[in-house]
């Protein structure tokens, strides 16, 4: 058995399995992926927002089972503390921790109004109006993060925020929603992450299996 495996669901439509394998893969931890087919009730409730807990991604590492996104974020930080994601100094990591659980705990407006579909494009899509404060609240928190440390990326270099935060600039490409440049140029930025464009062109291979989320809006 290999010492560190990923366990995921779907790379078109899980957003907890992509923010869980971009953390694993800026660790710099070899590991390798187990997939949970969408057939399995448990992960197509989770993806669907119906499951009562999130237990994918799942990371197991030295025989340690971790799951929950923040605690393999946490986790990796820990066995890997140079790979860098979260920052050194103790006031940056304390923001940078602050938006990752603001992340984690929120923003179900979003998650309902706008599925994460990486195949789809839809053009003028029209925003239900409950997720236009989330979206309003995102974007305030990456101009924030962006002017306070210069960017490229939301605390300067990639780190476990820019993890979090990278289902949602998919989200926001794939239904068209309107960014202002600071924020536009970011969404660039993370869909250029090699990591990110791996799993892009992976979640673009697979097979079409939610009817509910590939449905024309």
């Not at 119906?50 to 025989?63: C, E, F, M, Q, T």
């Not at 789809?120 to 979206?135: C, E, Q």
């Not at 791996?198 to 024309?216: I, S």
């Amino acid at each position: 058995m290999p010492a560190t495996i990923l366990v995921i669901s779907s790379k078109n439509y899980s957003a907890w399995s992509l923010r869980g394998w971009l953390l694993a893969r800026m660790s710099g931890l070899p590991f390798e992926e187990e997939v949970i087919s969408l057939d399995d009730r448990t992960a197509r409730a989770e993806i669907l927002l119906v499951a009562p807990s999130i237990r994918v991604p799942r990371l197991i590492h030295d025989g340690c089972a971790v799951w929950d996104t923040l605690a393999i974020g946490e986790y990796l930080n820990e066995v890997a503390p140079k790979a860098g994601l979260l920052p050194k100094d103790g006031r940056v990591r304390a923001h940078c921790r602050s938006i990752c659980g603001e992340m984690h705990s929120g923003f179900n407006g979003v998650r309902s109004a706008l599925p994460m579909n990486l195949k789809r494009h839809y053009p003028g899509f029209k925003i239900w109006s409950g997720a236009l404060p989330d979206i309003e609240r995102i974007t305030a928190i990456w101009r924030e993060c962006l002017e306070i440390y210069k960017g490229p990326y939301l605390f300067g270099q990639l780190s476990m925020a820019d993890a979090m935060f990278a289902p949602d600039v998919a989200r926001f490409l794939s239904y068209d929603v309107t960014l202002d440049e600071v924020c536009a140029a970011y969404c660039q930025q993370i869909m250029a992450w090699p990591d990110m464009v791996e799993w892009v062109e992976a979640a673009k291979a697979e097979p079409d299996e939610l009817p509910e989320l590939d449905a024309e809006f």
